[in-house]
C-alpha cells in the first residue's frame, strides 16, 4: 500500500504587474482617475497661471518675454520625458510581453510629438526677442527637432502595423534606439556652446529666483499632470478600439461561417 500522501496543489494568485497586465483590471482602475486627476490639472494650471501672469516679476534682462518660460520649459521637459515613459514600456513589451506596453508606447507617442511641437513652437518665440533670432542650430535645437521627428516616424508606424503584436515590437525596437537622443538633449548645454542655459536645478540648488522658479515648478506640475490625465484616456480609447476591432474581425468571422454552412446545406 503506497502511504504517500498527495498534497493538493493551488494555482499561484497573480501578483500584482500580472494584475496590471490585464487590460480589464486597467480599465477598471483607470476610470476612477480619470475625473480627480483632471480636477487636479484644472486647479494647478489655474495656481500656476495665476503665479506666472499677476504674482512674478519680469525679468531684469528679458522682461516680460520671460512669462514664455512658464509654458516653453514644461513642454521642453515633458517631451524628453514621455519619451522615457515610451523607452520603459518599449522594455515591458519586448522582455515580459506585457499586454499594457504597446497600447501605453502607442498612446504617448502623439502626446509626446504635440508637447514637443509646443516646445519648439514657444522657443522659436521666446529665442526671437531674447537671442535675436527665432532658430538657431545648436545642439539642444537640433537635438530636439530630430526628437520631433521621431515621433512623427513612431505614430506613422503605428498606423502601418494591421498586426498590432508585430508591429509593437517592431517599434519598441525603433524606441529603444532613438533612446539616445534624450541624453544627447540633456547634456547638449554642457558639450557644445549653445544659447540655451543651464539647468534650472543643479546640485547647489535652483539657478533662479524663487519669484520665477515658483511659478515655473507649479507650471510644470499641472502640465505633468495633463500628460497623465490625457494618456490614461488615450489608453482607455486605444483598448476600447482593439475590443471593438476584435469583435468585429469575430462578427466577420462568424457571418463567413455561417454562409458557408448554409451554402453547404443548399447543395
Given at each position: 500500500m503506497n502511504?504517500?500522501?498527495?498534497?493538493?496543489?493551488?494555482?499561484r494568485k497573480p501578483n500584482w504587474f500580472s494584475r496590471l497586465a490585464n487590460p480589464g483590471v486597467f480599465m477598471g482602475w483607470s476610470r476612477h482617475w480619470i475625473r480627480p486627476l483632471a480636477l487636479l490639472t484644472i486647479v494647478t494650471f489655474a495656481i500656476g497661471l495665476w503665479y506666472a501672469l499677476f504674482n512674478s516679476p519680469a525679468?531684469?534682462?528679458?522682461?516680460?518675454?520671460?512669462?514664455?518660460m512658464y509654458v516653453h520649459v514644461p513642454n521642453a521637459w515633458l517631451s524628453q520625458m514621455v519619451y522615457g515613459i515610451m523607452a520603459v514600456a518599449a522594455v515591458g513589451s519586448l522582455v515580459w510581453r506585457h499586454p499594457l506596453a504597446?497600447?501605453?508606447?502607442?498612446?504617448?507617442?502623439?502626446l509626446g510629438a504635440a508637447f514637443t511641437a509646443l516646445?519648439?513652437?514657444?522657443?522659436?518665440?521666446?529665442?526671437?526677442?531674447?537671442?535675436?533670432?527665432?532658430?538657431?542650430w545648436d545642439g539642444r535645437m537640433t537635438s530636439t527637432l530630430v526628437l520631433f521627428l521621431m515621433y512623427?516616424?513612431?505614430?506613422?508606424?503605428?498606423?502601418?502595423?494591421?498586426?498590432?503584436?508585430?508591429?509593437?515590437?517592431?517599434?519598441?525596437?525603433?524606441?529603444?534606439?532613438?533612446?539616445?537622443?534624450?541624453?544627447?538633449i540633456k547634456f547638449s548645454v554642457d558639450w557644445?556652446?549653445?544659447l540655451h542655459q543651464p539647468s534650472i536645478v543643479t546640485a547647489r540648488g535652483l539657478t533662479m529666483p524663487a519669484s520665477i522658479a515658483?511659478?515655473?515648478?507649479?507650471?510644470?506640475?499641472?502640465?505633468?499632470?495633463?500628460?497623465?490625465?490625457?494618456h490614461f484616456i488615450a489608453m482607455r480609447t486605444e483598448i476600447l478600439r482593439r475590443r471593438a476591432n476584435t469583435l468585429e474581425?469575430?462578427?466577420?468571422?462568424?457571418?463567413?461561417?455561417?454562409?458557408?454552412q448554409q451554402a453547404a446545406s443548399d447543395d
Open positions: 502511504n504517500t500522501q498527495t498534497i493538493p496543489t493551488h494555482p525679468d531684469y534682462q528679458m522682461g516680460e518675454t520671460v512669462r514664455i504597446d497600447v501605453a508606447m502607442k498612446s504617448a507617442a502623439p516646445a519648439l513652437f514657444t522657443g522659436s518665440l521666446w529665442g526671437r526677442p531674447t537671442w535675436g533670432t527665432f532658430w538657431e512623427i516616424g513612431l505614430v506613422a508606424l503605428w498606423n502601418t502595423f494591421a498586426d498590432h503584436a508585430r508591429g509593437a515590437r517592431i517599434i519598441a525596437i525603433f524606441t529603444l534606439v532613438g533612446a539616445i537622443n534624450i541624453p544627447i557644445w556652446n549653445t515658483t511659478p515655473l515648478l507649479v507650471m510644470m506640475l499641472a502640465f505633468t499632470l495633463l500628460f497623465f490625465t490625457l474581425r469575430q462578427h466577420v468571422l462568424a457571418t463567413a461561417a455561417a454562409n458557408k
